[in-house]
C-alpha cells in the first residue's frame, strides 16, 4: 500500500535561512505524482509544488524546490531565504496511479510537519 | 474569480443530528473530494467523484454520504452513525483523472460536536 512518512513533527528555521522539509513515500507503483501543499492557521490548504515520478529534473516554484532522490523514495522540501509568512503546516502527498478509472486520483497524505520562522 | 466555496465556516451538530457540509466549485472540474482532518493529522480521503451522478468511498467513508447532482456542487452529509464527528472538513477538486493535475482545496468547515 502506498504511505507518505515525514518524520519531522516540528522544526525552527531563523528568518532569511533555508530549510528542507523530509519525505518519504513507499509505491511499488513505477508512476505517481508528488505534491506539497502548504496549510496555515486559517486551515485552506495551497498547492506549493509538484513532482512526477518520470521527470528527470527536481522541481522548483520561486524559493521553493523539490529535493526528488527516486531510488531512496525521498521528495523533500526546500524552502529558500524563510519568511515569517512561511510558518504553517506542511504537507507531503503522493497521487496514485489512474490505471483503474474509479480507484485513482486520490491523494495520499502524510502527518505533516509544522514549520516555524523566528525572526 | 474561480474556486471552491465551502459552506458553513463553522458549524455546531447535537448528537443523533444529521448535517450537511455544502462544496461548490466555478472552476469546471470534473472530479471533487472530501477530506477529514484531526487535529495535529494529515488528511483523509472520505468520497470522491470523477464525474456527476458517480462517486466512491474513500479511505474512512463509514457514517457519511455524498450525492454528485451536479458537477460543480459536492455536498457531504455527516449521519449519526458517524461516531466521532468533531473535524475540520475539507473539499477539493481537480480538473481530470490525470495524475499530474493538483487538487484545489476550498477554506474547509470545523465541525463540532455538543
Not at chain 1, 502506498?2 to 535561512?17: A, R
Request: net charge neutral; glycine share 8%; proline share 4%.
Amino acid at each position: 500500500a502506498q504511505k507518505i512518512t515525514q518524520t519531522q513533527p516540528g522544526m525552527f528555521v531563523q528568518e532569511k535561512e533555508a530549510v528542507t522539509l523530509d519525505c518519504t513515500y513507499d509505491t511499488s507503483d513505477p508512476s505517481y505524482g508528488l505534491f506539497w501543499y502548504k496549510q496555515p492557521s486559517s486551515g485552506e490548504m495551497i498547492f506549493l509544488i509538484y513532482q512526477g515520478s518520470y521527470d528527470q529534473q527536481n522541481a522548483t516554484e520561486g524559493r521553493y524546490s523539490l529535493n526528488f532522490q527516486k531510488a531512496r523514495k525521498s521528495a523533500n522540501l526546500v524552502i529558500s531565504a524563510s519568511q515569517l509568512g512561511d510558518s504553517a503546516m506542511y504537507f507531503c502527498a503522493m497521487r496514485e496511479q489512474l490505471l483503474i478509472y474509479n480507484q485513482g486520483g486520490k491523494l495520499i497524505f502524510g502527518q505533516g510537519t509544522e514549520l516555524s520562522v523566528k525572526p | 474569480d474561480g474556486g471552491i466555496t465551502q459552506s458553513p465556516k463553522y458549524l455546531f451538530r447535537k448528537e443523533g443530528q444529521n448535517v450537511t457540509l455544502s462544496c461548490e466549485q466555478n472552476l469546471n472540474h470534473d472530479a471533487m473530494y472530501w477530506y477529514r482532518q484531526d487535529p495535529g493529522q494529515g488528511l483523509r480521503l472520505i468520497y470522491y467523484s470523477q464525474i456527476v451522478n458517480d462517486f466512491q468511498k474513500g479511505d474512512i467513508a463509514e457514517g457519511y454520504s455524498v450525492s454528485r447532482e451536479k458537477k460543480e456542487s459536492f455536498p457531504l452529509t455527516v449521519t449519526s452513525a458517524q461516531k466521532n464527528p468533531t473535524a475540520f472538513y475539507l473539499c477539493a477538486s481537480s480538473t481530470s483523472w490525470d495524475r499530474y493535475n493538483e487538487q484545489f482545496f476550498g477554506p474547509g468547515t470545523r465541525l463540532t460536536v455538543l
